[in-house]
Structure formats: C-alpha cells, structure tokens
C-alpha cells in the first residue's frame, strides 16, 4: 500500500511562493501517478495538478495553469508543487494521492490513496 505525507503548508501574505512536498513510501514507479488536490472550508475537493512519475508528464487545473509547477524526485520518492504568486483563494488544505490509474487523473475518485493534508492559508 503507497503512503504519501505532505509538509510545507503554512500562513502566508499573498503574492508570495510556497513549496510542498509531498514523501511517497511503497511507491510503484512504473505504475503509480501522484496528484495534488485542495479542499477550502464548504467546497469540495478540487484537482489541482498531477504528474506522470513514468514519464514526468503533468497537468493542472484551470486555476493554477501557469501559477503552480509539479516536479518529482525520483531518488527522493517526493513530489513537490511549487506555488507562485499565492492568491487568497489558495487557501485550503492541500492533499497529495497516488493511483495505479492513467485516465480521468483530474477526477478524485481515481485516487485510492491519500495523504493527511498539509493547510495553507494566503492572507490579503
């Protein structure tokens, strides 16, 4: 069973950048993608970006095109996401998720693994 742990949320001003990672134990290289997915109070879970860790292809939501980057460490077991310019709608607790799967990777319910969510919250 894959294990993911997200660190590096935290409270921030808006306008700057923030790093998370997101550490992988028992990972399946050749079968395993990693998404990223947000959660604000009320609303529901929200796909945020995802990466290929075969290939390092990505994707990312509407929201976040152009602002977040996806990488992965592949001798680390880690993926990171890095968030520029952070808005105050950013804020929301931030998961990461692994599935074997390789369609409807903007979809949560692709994801039979999750992390325990790492909070980040933007201030104006």
């Known amino acids: 069973q894959v294990q993911l742990v997200e660190s590096g949320g935290g409270l921030v001003q808006a306008g700057v950048s923030l790093r998370l990672s997101c550490a992988v134990s028992?990972?399946?290289?050749?079968?395993?993608?990693i998404g990223w997915f947000r959660q604000a109070p009320g609303k529901d879970r929200e796909f945020v970006s995802c990466?290929?860790?075969?290939?390092?292809?990505?994707y990312y939501g509407d929201s976040v095109e152009g602002r977040f980057t996806i990488s992965r460490d592949k001798a680390k077991n880690t993926v990171y996401l890095q968030m520029n310019t952070l808005k105050p709608e950013d804020t929301a607790v931030y998961y990461c998720?692994?599935?074997?799967?390789?369609?409807?990777?903007?979809?949560?319910?692709?994801?039979?693994?999750w992390g325990q969510g790492t909070q980040v919250t933007v201030s104006s």
């Open positions: 998720a692994s599935t074997p799967n390789y369609a409807n990777l903007r979809s949560r319910y692709e994801y039979p693994y």
């Open positions: 028992r990972l399946s290289t050749g079968a395993t993608n």
């Open positions: 990466i290929i860790w075969s290939t390092g292809g990505t």
